[in-house]
């Protein structure tokens, strides 16, 4: 293990600028977790399956000879349509169950896409070529695909938009009336039911932009959603619900790590650092919570 | 300790016994399911300590499974040759191990296999079993994962491609002598898990752990020290979920770090999946439960194969939604008067249903 990045320090300014337009997708996933965490109150392990799916939507759109970045309006939209249905067969029977019993039917959901995708597209990894060319920067010592540009643009965009319907709209404000408090807004008229299911389906259609952005900046392959959910579920954990800076900023730090991470260790450790990053913070925040909790010796 | 078994049990102990002596000798030939059946009760009933007992739904077992296969198969290796040699030349066709050092081995692995997973539960449960519900659920998952991943970077242990186990010495008979072999060793682990487990159950213990599961803050205002029975608990699982991860590596005799050990999409799931199936928190639950999903298991592992996966996801939605208090418990709601609770006529006549 030579560490190349000691001998080309330019190659740190390489790893921090990959790491925050990373991290803008990962908190873009992540936003999405954080809202029906609030909403509904389960942990959606089949996040990442979700994600790898809207990947597969403009990964067909590109092998039908479209190209592959209008699949950010059309995976949403089969997206949308997917979360609902998986709402309607499922999530609605374990919304108000305990969080394991989300978590294991997730789970459920996860082995069950993965395995379909695995079907449908086979367990080759993909891409679908973009050929946005490559920006060089600092003497060509720094390349940034134009890709890694554009997909950290439409994400800011996505969440902007999403932040405005929020705000605005009325079934925005369901949704918030909701996870402030589910009985209160269904006494005054809310039909809780429909925000779950527009919850998890706007959950989905986020998902689905971010799949179609991995799809042109990364690759795809129907066995790697869980390392998405994990990182989502971490960049929640850490920033807190409904702290949207708080989401994009660990998100970007997420990233950085991971870059950082693929540098030093190797790119074989990179997920095991993630999920080994994701056991220090809970286990670090298991401690900070403890201090508080002292007893009469 | 035999005195807490009354007259009916013995009958359904020395049955199941029984069964476990003759079937797989009437149906040789599926001597290593019957073997798989003991390994997945095995693995059913030590998750129920954490998740039906005490409440903390663990994924990260598997770590232990994963560990005590490779320490097992390591330590088998390792007394007699060198191991980065035996894992860079695909073992078995240069080293070979006499009937004496294979067993010699094997008494020593399996007995590392035991005790380093404990020790690692011991570690490592101050830190991870401080987390409350699904924060510990989702960092053992973690845990389970992230062990998988770094197996899969280690050179010495044959990184992302595995090692082999050492093979069956060739002089003392052929693969029926050591699958029988194998069967009777994994009889002996299931005999020795179960009596533990069940003596365990008739201690103070199971009323400790209970009372964790039913509200911790109030176990821990009533004077016990939770922290302490919780690890004791992880040990005790971690240290037959190694034996069995050891026996397993032997078994199967190849070992790979992410579909065979740490292999948390089915291992690490069934476990969780079983004892829910059966019914959390009973002795026996764990045990049907494990038993009836190996009845699916195999057959839909045979016959569809391709859609195992995806019936593995409906089989856990399905068990999830729509049976989570799992057969026993099923049982117990049909019929109470089975598990010795006892309910007067008067008291039936009196319900009322409010609908």
């Known amino acids: 293990m030579d560490l190349l990045i000691f001998e080309h320090p330019i190659l740190i300014v390489q790893a921090l600028m990959d790491g925050v337009l990373l991290g803008i997708l990962f908190a873009l996933i992540a936003y999405g977790m954080a809202l029906q965490w609030g909403v509904m109150n389960i942990i959606n392990i089949a996040q990442g399956e979700l994600v790898i799916m809207g990947g597969y939507v403009a990964y067909f759109l590109y092998m039908n000879g479209i190209h592959p970045a209008f699949g950010v309006i059309v995976s949403p939209i089969v997206m949308y349509f997917v979360g609902i249905g998986i709402y309607k067969l499922v999530i609605n029977k374990v919304v108000d169950k305990d969080l394991f019993t989300s978590i294991l039917a997730t789970f459920g959901i996860s082995i069950l896409m993965m ?9 080759d990894v993909v891409v679908a070529q973009s050929n946005f060319g490559t920006t060089m920067l600092f003497d060509n010592s720094v390349t940034l695909p134009n890709s890694k540009i554009f997909a950290s643009a439409i994400s800011v965009i996505a969440a902007i938009i999403l932040v405005l319907y929020m705000k605005k709209s009325k079934l925005g404000r369901a949704i918030r009336a909701t996870a402030q408090n589910a009985r209160a807004a269904k006494i005054l008229g809310v039909d809780t039911e429909k925000v779950y299911a527009s919850t998890f389906g706007i959950n989905a259609a986020l998902c689905g932009v971010a799949g179609a952005l991995i799809a042109i900046t990364f690759t795809l392959h129907p066995y790697v959603g869980l390392p998405y959910t994990v990182r989502s579920f971490m960049i929640v954990i850490v920033a807190g619900l409904g702290n949207l800076p708080g989401v994009a900023l660990s998100g970007m730090g997420l990233g950085v790590f991971e870059e950082f991470a693929d540098y030093l260790l190797g790119t074989e450790f990179r997920i095991a650092s993630v999920f080994l990053l994701l056991v220090l913070i809970l286990v670090y925040r298991r401690f900070k919570l403890a201090r508080s909790r002292e007893y009469l010796k | 300790m035999l005195s807490n078994i009354n007259k009916k049990d013995i009958f359904i102990y020395l ?22 059946w003991l390994i997945l009760i095995i693995l059913a009933i030590t998750w129920n300590i954490q998740g039906g007992e005490m409440g903390y739904n663990t994924f ?23 191991l980065g040699q035996w894992t860079v030349s695909g073992g078995e066709k240069t080293f070979i ?8 081995g094997l008494w020593v692995g399996l007995l590392a296999a035991a005790i380093i997973p404990a020790i690692i539960a011991f570690v490592i449960g101050y830190g991870v079993l401080g987390l409350r519900g699904h924060y510990f659920a989702i960092c053992t998952l973690g845990i389970g994962i992230a062990s998988g991943e770094l197996a899969g970077g ?7 491609q595995g090692m082999t186990a050492p093979p069956w010495p060739k002089d003392i008979g052929g693969t029926e002598y050591r699958n029988e072999f194998f069967y009777y060793l994994t009889l002996a682990l299931f005999v020795m898990t179960f009596v533990f487990i069940k003596w365990l159950y008739s201690t103070r213990f199971r009323l400790v752990l209970n009372a964790i599961r039913d509200n911790e803050d109030k176990a821990e205002a009533m004077g016990i020290e939770t922290m302490r029975y919780k690890i004791t608990g992880w040990v005790i699982s971690a240290f037959f979920v190694g034996l069995a991860g050891g026996l397993v590596g032997n078994i199967v005799g190849y070992i790979e770090p992410v579909e065979v050990a740490f292999d948390g999409r089915e291992m690490g799931v069934f476990m969780v999946l079983m004892c829910i199936l059966g019914g959390k928190g009973t002795l026996w639950g764990p045990v049907i439960g494990a038993s009836v999903f190996h009845i699916f298991k195999e057959s839909f592992w045979s016959y569809f194969l391709g859609w195992q996966y995806v019936a593995l996801g409906v089989l856990i939605i399905v068990i999830v939604v729509y049976l989570p208090e799992g057969i026993m418990g099923f049982l117990r709601d049909k019929k109470p008067e089975w598990f010795g609770e006892v309910m007067d006529e008067e008291d039936r006549k009196a319900q009322v249903t409010l609908d």
């Open chain 1, 115 to 123: 395995q379909l995708m695995n079907f449908m597209f086979g367990a």
């Open chain 2, 15 to 36: 049955g199941v016994l029984a069964f476990a002596l003759i079937a797989p000798n009437v149906f040789s030939d599926y001597r290593i399911q019957f073997t798989f």
């Open chain 2, 60 to 82: 990260g077992n598997i770590m232990f499974f994963g560990v005590g296969m490779y320490v097992c198969a390591s330590i088998q290796i390792g007394m007699f040759f060198d």
């Open chain 2, 97 to 104: 191990h006499t009937p004496d050092q294979y067993f010699q």
């Open chain 2, 154 to 160: 280690i050179e010495i242990i044959g990184a992302g």
